[in-house]
């Protein structure tokens, strides 16, 4: 039986490092609303919705006739998400970060497929990594890089460079995780029930606490590249992206 699938864009107004940026705008639309429409318009979804508890950004998407949800307030969007999709009908939800307003239908649908073939239900959830360039970019501490079994399954998620280089080598690659999840949605409601353990409070990773419970996550490599809006800077890659009609 085909899988029912959902997208949850967890959004919250007041972000640490650049409050308010998903009400930013970019060119006709605000960082949320260009976020809904470009998952939407993937059609991989039996349904799309935004989850937040700011009325600002609760309005701004009914404004826009989307679909939203108010929740409480949480630590994570995981934790958001699951409150949102607790009563919902569904096999799969994909979480969207509401900052990642660019993706790609390709890498989205990989992320489904991971379940398809799956048979045995023995993980938990699916994510994206891509491969970094330069060590500039691994040893900032925004991106959070990754490392897995030679399957592909997730060992840690750190904003220290890992593996550390203790003989510079070109053959070491490193890799950044997008924040883009696949959920199985049992897995999901679990996980809002586990307790935060010391390496996610260290670090603040999520994924981090799947790991300390035993769970596994499939990591799907990428080589397409977005732009997370994290401070103002990559508001404005993003803004010079919209100008130059390459969406």
């Known amino acids: 039986m085909k899988n029912k699938i959902i997208a949850v864009i967890p959004a919250r107004y007041q972000a640490s490092r650049f409050p308010g940026k998903l009400m930013q705008k970019l060119g006709d639309r605000t960082v949320i609303s260009t976020t809904y429409h470009n998952v939407r318009e993937t059609g991989l979804f039996d349904d799309v919705l935004v989850a937040t508890d700011s009325e600002m950004i609760f309005n701004e998407i009914k404004a826009n006739s989307g679909n939203v949800v108010m929740t409480g307030t949480h630590e994570t969007g995981s934790d958001r998400i699951a ?15 509401g900052d990642e307003p660019f993706l790609k239908t390709e890498p989205l649908k990989q992320l ?7 048979v045995q239900k023995e993980i938990s959830l699916a994510s994206l990594k891509i491969k970094m ?19 592909g399954f997730a060992l840690y998620f750190s ?5 550390y280089p203790r003989e510079k080598t070109d053959s070491l690659a490193y ?17 809002s029930k586990l307790p935060m353990r010391p390496l996610e409070t260290a670090e ?11 769970m596994r996550i499939k990591l799907i490599e990428t080589d397409f590249v977005g732009v997370g809006i994290d401070v103002p800077k990559d508001l404005e890659r993003a803004r010079e992206i919209i100008g130059k009609g390459s969406v």
């Open 83 to 97: 409150e949102a999709v607790q009563d919902l009908d569904c096999d799969i939800v994909v979480n969207v970060q």
């Open 175 to 191: 890799y950044r995780h997008i924040g883009v999840y696949a959920f199985r949605r049992e897995a999901l409601l679990e996980f």
């Open 159 to 163: 904003r220290s460079p890992i593996p």
């Open 133 to 151: 360039k330069n060590f500039t970019e691994v040893e900032n501490p925004n991106n959070v890089k990754v490392i897995t079994d030679k399957d």
């Open 112 to 118: 489904v497929e991971v379940f398809d073939e799956d």
């Open 204 to 214: 603040k990773i999520e994924c981090l606490r799947y790991l300390e419970h035993g």
